[in-house]
């Protein structure tokens, strides 16, 4: 699976960016498609995932309500549309895709830099 990320810039405080992921390669229907992140001097932290074949998805505690993932199964694409940003959201963010049955995240694109000001 090949991901490109997309989406990243600059914004105020409050304001709102939607990221994008296309994917390519394999059948999606088996996998998971996430969002991550990594501030400058943290590691990298779970942001939030949504399976491809049901649509279910998980958040972080500190994006949950602000942040939604979905999909377009024919555009192969996963969004993270965020709101409400905090200058804490400031980070490289990935997407990242594992099989359903492997807790291993395989699969990563470049990241896309997101920074808000305050």
């Known amino acids: 699976v090949q991901l490109q990320a997309s989406g990243g810039g600059l914004v105020q405080a409050g304001g709102s960016l939607r990221l994008s992921c296309v994917a390519s390669g394999r059948t999606l229907t088996s996998y998971v498609m996430g969002w991550f992140r990594q501030a400058p001097g943290k590691e990298r932290e779970f942001v939030s995932h949504?399976?491809?074949?049901?649509?279910?998805?998980v958040y972080a505690g500190s994006v949950k309500g602000r942040f939604t993932i979905s999909k377009d199964n024919a555009k192969r694409a996963v969004y993270l549309q965020m709101n409400s940003l905090k200058p804490e959201d400031t980070a490289v963010y990935y997407c990242a895709s594992r099989a359903i049955s492997s807790g291993d995240w395989r699969y990563w694109g470049q990241g896309t830099q997101v920074t808000v000001s305050s």
């Open positions: 949504i399976w491809w074949s049901t649509s279910s998805t």
